[in-house]
Structure formats: structure tokens, C-alpha cells
């Protein structure tokens, strides 16, 4: 069965949900530096190799999981809005979304799950190889999250 979901009813009080941690394109960045020492040396103190690896494994599970389950508890939970978290970053897609409401919204994050180790590795690699733009919210990722938002959500 099919269910077509429109976008466009976020509602006040609404909570942003990401179904897949950030990070994905650093890990992978980062798993290829490791090839390559001149680029790796440039964030080996901010990140060793076995924890370069094991984010690398998280963000190869992440990729190969399909949003089939995040479909089904925007569903369950009902969902007002949603978008895809993909190319554009969060921030690029999460302004999209707020565009296209019936109502004027905002968004407000307070948190983000990225995967573990990748946001000190942005830091550094923004400085001294490429700016991911990940504290920036225009970080692209790789089989991307949904963000979608819903008041039936416990924190």
C-alpha cells in the first residue's frame, strides 16, 4: 500500500526527528585519508585510525539502511512534515521544508546525532584540508535521513 505524505503542515510545538546520525560524507572522507598520510596526519590528533574505521563502519550501516522504517513512524506518529537530508545538508533541506509550510514556522535545534568522532574531525578538516560544513548545517550525506516532525515524539 501506498501512502503519499505532503510536507507542508508543520505545526507549532512540532519536534524535529533525524531517523540516521550526521556525518556520513566525513567518515567517509576520513576512511580514505587513511590511504593517504600526508592527509591523514593532518587530523590524527583529533581522531586515531581505529576510531576512523569504526565511524567509517557506522556510516556504511547508516548508507545501507533504507528509510522504509522512518516511513512507517512518520506514519505511526503522524507526521506533519518531512524532508529528506541529503545533498543540501540539514540546514538547506530543513529551510525548504519551512518554505513550503501553509503557516509561517521556524526551527529551533538544540541537538544533533552525528556519528561519533566526525565533528571534532569537521573542525579539523576545515581548517586544513576541506570544510564539510558541518557545523553549518549544509553538510551533503550520503543516503541521507529524513527529518520530519511530530508533536506524538517522547524525548
Same mark, same amino acid.
Given at each position: 500500500?501506498?501512502?503519499?505524505?505532503?510536507?507542508?503542515?508543520?505545526?507549532?510545538?512540532?519536534?524535529?526527528?533525524?531517523?540516521?546520525?550526521? &556525518?556520513?560524507?566525513?567518515?567517509?572522507?576520513?576512511?580514505?585519508?587513511?590511504?593517504?598520510?600526508?592527509?591523514?596526519e593532518?587530523?590524527?590528533?583529533?581522531?586515531?585510525?581505529?576510531?576512523?574505521?569504526?565511524?567509517?563502519?557506522?556510516?556504511?550501516?547508516?548508507?545501507?539502511?533504507?528509510?522504509?522504517t522512518?516511513?512507517?513512524?512518520?506514519?505511526?506518529?503522524?507526521?506533519?512534515?518531512?524532508?529528506?537530508?541529503?545533498?543540501?545538508?540539514?540546514?538547506?533541506?530543513?529551510?525548504?521544508?519551512?518554505?513550503?509550510?501553509?503557516?509561517?514556522?521556524?526551527?529551533?535545534i538544540?541537538?544533533?546525532?552525528?556519528?561519533?568522532?566526525?565533528?571534532?574531525?569537521?573542525?579539523?578538516?576545515?581548517?586544513?584540508?576541506?570544510?564539510?560544513?558541518?557545523?553549518?548545517?549544509?553538510?551533503?550525506?550520503?543516503? &541521507?535521513?529524513?527529518?520530519?516532525?511530530?508533536?506524538?515524539?517522547?524525548?
Open positions: 500500500m501506498c501512502f503519499i505524505h505532503r510536507p507542508d503542515n508543520v505545526q507549532v510545538g512540532d519536534v524535529l526527528v533525524l531517523t540516521k546520525p550526521l &556525518g556520513t560524507q566525513i567518515a567517509v572522507n576520513a576512511h580514505q585519508w587513511i590511504e593517504k598520510p600526508e592527509m591523514y593532518k587530523i590524527s590528533y583529533v581522531i586515531s585510525k581505529e576510531d576512523v574505521v569504526s565511524a567509517y563502519n557506522i556510516a556504511s550501516d547508516s548508507m545501507a539502511r533504507l528509510n522504509r522512518a516511513a512507517r513512524m512518520m506514519h505511526k506518529h503522524g507526521a506533519h512534515g518531512a524532508t529528506d537530508v541529503t545533498g543540501f545538508g540539514l540546514l538547506g533541506h530543513a529551510t525548504n521544508l519551512a518554505k513550503t509550510q501553509k503557516e509561517a514556522v521556524d526551527f529551533v538544540h541537538s544533533l546525532p552525528i556519528i561519533a568522532g566526525m565533528s571534532e574531525t569537521a573542525k579539523v578538516a576545515a581548517e586544513k584540508i576541506f570544510d564539510f560544513k558541518l557545523h553549518g548545517g549544509f553538510s551533503a550525506e550520503t543516503s &541521507g535521513c529524513y527529518c520530519h516532525t511530530s508533536q506524538d515524539v517522547e524525548l
